[in-house]
DNA sequence: GACTGTAGTAATCGACTGATAACATGTCAA
DNA sequence: TTGACATGTTATCAGTCGATTACTACAGTC
C-alpha cells in the first residue's frame, strides 16, 4: 500500500521510458488520430513532460512509426499464438487472439488511423508494408488467397467497430445489437467487456 | 474553346456553392483527414475563400457534417441501383456499386475516417448512426445478418486497401499484386483504374 | 438607374502546437 | 566525494489554423 503510486516520480532508463510512452502513444494516437494527437497529449499520458518526448523520439512523426512499429510486433507475436495454440480451427484461433489484442488500447485504431494514411510521404510507405507483410504472413502459415482475404476483411471490420465506439450503442440500439450478435456469436462478452468506450479519455 | 475556364469567375447560388464545396470536402476530407485537413484545403479545392467556407458552413465540423451526409447519401443512391438491377447475385451487384462509388473522389476515404471519429462528441453519434442505417438497409432488403456481416467486411477492407493507397503497390510488390487478385477477382481492372493514388495531391 | 439583398473577398486575430534551448537533478564508477 | 553522463523539466518561440470583422461587387426589381 505504498511506494508505487502516480504521485512518485521514478527514474527510468530510457528504454523503459519510450517503451511506457509507446504504449501511452497507441492508446492515444489510436483515439484522436495522427493529427489530432497532440505530443503534449501523450506526455500527460505517459506522465512526462512534452519535450522530452520530443526528444526521445526525435519527432512526433518517428514516435508515431515507432507505435506502429510496436502495433505491428504486438500483432505477428499474437498470431504466433494463434498458429501455435491448439483445437479449434486455424482461422478461429487467430481471431481469438486478435480479439485479445483489445487488451492494449488503442492497438487496433493506431493502425487503423496507419492504413488511412495511404497518402503521407513518410508514414505511407510504413503502413504499406506492414498490411503487405500481414498478408505475407497468413500466407505464409498456409492460408489460401481467398481465406486470407476473409480474415483480413473481418479483421477491418472489427477495428471499424471498435473505432467507431459502437459498443456504446449495444443494448441501446437494437441495430447495433444485432450487428453484435451477428459478428461475434462466440466472442460477443469478451469484445464487448474490452472495447473501449466513448467517455474514456483516450 | 472559351468561357468555362479556371480564370472565369462566376458567380453561383448558395445552393450551388455549396454543393460544390461539399464535393471538394469529399477528396480533401478523404485525403488528409478530419483534424489534417484546413479549411484552407477545402476552400483552394473548389476555388473560393477561406472564410467564405466557413461562413457557408457555420464551422468546419458542420462541413464535416454534411460531406458525411452526402457521402451516405450517394451510397445509398448506389444500393438502391444495386437493388433495382438485374442479372447477378445482389451481393454482387451491391459489390459493383460500391466500387462504382470509386469515382467520387474521397467518398470512401471520408467514410473511413467518420468510422473512426466514435471518440467525437458531435461526429462520433452521426457516424455511429450512419453505420447502423447501412445495416439496417441491408437487413431491410432481405439480407441475412450473416449476409450483411460478409458484405460490410468486405467494404472495409475495400476502403482499407483505398485508404492506404495500395494500389501504387501493385505491379511493384508481387505481395500487393496478389492481394489484389485475391480481393477482386472480376473487378481488378476496374479498381485499380479507379482508385486515388499516392501522388494526388488529395 | 438607383435600391437592396446576396455572393464573395481581404485583413486580421487569438489559440494551439511541435520543436528548441537552457537549465536542473539523479545515479554510478573510481 | 566527486565528476560526468544520462534523465528529465521550465521557458519560450515561430508557424499554423479556424473564425470574425469589415468591406466589395454583382444581379434582379420597381
New binding site residues.
Given amino acids: 500500500m505504498a511506494g508505487d503510486d502516480a504521485s512518485t516520480?521514478?527514474?527510468?532508463?530510457?528504454?523503459e521510458?519510450r517503451a511506457q510512452i509507446i504504449l501511452a502513444a497507441l492508446a492515444v494516437f489510436g483515439a484522436k488520430g495522427y493529427v489530432g494527437?497532440?505530443?503534449?497529449d501523450i506526455a500527460r499520458a505517459a506522465?512526462?513532460?512534452?519535450?522530452?518526448v520530443?526528444?526521445l523520439f526525435g519527432?512526433?512523426?518517428q514516435l508515431f512509426l515507432a507505435a506502429l512499429d510496436e502495433a505491428l510486433a504486438l500483432l505477428f507475436a499474437a498470431f504466433e499464438r494463434g498458429v501455435a495454440s491448439g483445437d479449434e480451427a486455424i482461422e478461429a484461433r487467430m481471431g481469438h487472439e486478435y480479439i485479445g489484442l483489445l487488451h492494449v488500447r488503442g492497438l487496433h485504431q493506431t493502425l487503423s488511423h496507419a492504413f488511412l494514411l495511404g497518402s503521407h510521404p513518410v508514414i505511407g510507405p510504413r503502413a504499406r508494408d506492414g498490411f503487405a507483410r500481414v498478408w505475407e504472413y497468413l500466407r505464409g502459415i498456409g492460408f489460401e488467397p481467398e481465406h486470407a482475404q476473409e480474415f483480413l476483411a473481418q479483421g477491418m471490420l472489427l477495428n471499424t467497430m471498435i473505432g467507431l465506439r459502437l459498443a456504446d450503442g449495444h443494448g441501446e440500439d437494437p441495430r447495433i445489437t444485432e450487428m453484435f450478435t451477428a459478428c461475434f456469436p462466440t466472442e460477443k462478452a469478451t469484445v464487448l467487456q474490452l472495447a473501449p468506450r466513448v467517455d474514456e479519455p483516450w
Fill in positions: 516520480k521514478k527514474r527510468l532508463s530510457s528504454e521510458r494527437t497532440t505530443t503534449d506522465e512526462v513532460s512534452q519535450p522530452y520530443v526528444r519527432s512526433k512523426e
